[in-house]
């Protein structure tokens, strides 16, 4: 079992900035493949972005490649998402998973393949 809560949400203007973490309790952190995702009002949840087990491979959707970034230390079991250039858009509630996975380079998009969640951080972009 792990334990996720997301933290850092909150409203910026466009083109600001944000800093979400996620820490993790439990189970052994490096063990697990990590991602975010969002979900806006009347929206499905959506992948951000997916980091491997040990950091060495990332993934991002297209919607916020170049702006965000992904990052975790397994130190602290915690695990980050950088958001810069921040758009209206950009406004949903974030939550983090963790998938258990096969191998060290696998970074896993598909919602169903994550097996715990977090409880979310609501991000507001405003124009």
């Known amino acids: 079992q792990v334990q996720l809560v997301e933290s850092g949400g909150g409203l910026v203007q466009a083109g600001g900035s944000l800093r979400l973490s996620c820490a993790a309790s439990?189970?052994?952190?490096?063990?697990?493949?990590m991602g975010w995702f969002r979900q806006a009002p009347g929206k499905e949840r959506e992948f951000v972005a997916g980091i491997s087990r040990s950091g060495g491979y990332t993934y991002y959707a297209d919607s916020v490649k170049g702006r965000f970034t992904i990052s975790r230390g397994n130190a602290k079991n915690t695990m980050y998402l950088q958001m810069n250039s921040l758009k209206p858009e950009d406004t949903a509630v974030y939550y983090c998973?963790?998938?258990?996975?096969?191998?060290?380079?696998?970074?896993?998009?598909?919602?169903?393949?994550?097996?715990?969640w977090g409880q979310g951080t609501q991000v507001t972009v405003s124009s």
């Open positions: 439990g189970r052994t952190f490096s063990s697990y493949a």
């Open positions: 998973a963790a998938a258990g996975g096969p191998r060290e380079g696998w970074v896993p998009a598909r919602r169903s393949l994550y097996d715990y």
